[in-house]
């Protein structure tokens, strides 16, 4: 073979693997899931908030209001969900917990009282811990948890509604 068909030719085979070569990239994609919570016809999801804080997670914010008594009892529903990088790194049982703690310590700087605590389980059989506040300016106590849903997902949680339905949305509560 000629020196200038060969070179023709590992020219070619080049130009061919070059151009099959595909570039690859990670690209974080949150998409949108439905929160469902099974409390029946009396209740409604109201007010979703979606804040981006970091480029690597979205909360987005729900409250919950009984229809017969809406000015008195409700529950706010916080739901951040890590994506990328993140979501491979955090451990979402500890940053519950964090934000847990968190909660409570900022309560109690708010001049909150602890007035009792409680577990439950959530929808997928893990055990959550609540504990009950009585802040200054609320009437019952509130209810605070947090948990993780999921290997990147974390659920805040803030009520004034009573024990049962507290179980009940925690019971419940599903991204599906």
Known sequence: MKPFNVMAALLCILFIVSTCTALEANVP???DKKLTIDLGPDFVVSDRQIESSDPG???SNFTIINKKDPEIKSALIGVIAYS???AK????A??????FSEMINSAKLNGANETGNWSTSNSVGQLVEVQNMKLPLF?????FA???LGRSTIVIFGS????EINEKIIGTLKIV
């Open 160 to 163: 004034l509604f009573d024990k």
């Open 57 to 59: 997670s979205v909360i």
């Open 146 to 148: 947090a948990w993780p």
């Open 94 to 99: 500890g940053v519950s917990n964090l934000t």
């Open 84 to 86: 990328g990088d993140i």
């Open 29 to 31: 994609v949150v998409a």
């Open 89 to 92: 790194l955090i451990d979402p």
């Open 139 to 143: 009437e019952p106590d509130m209810s």
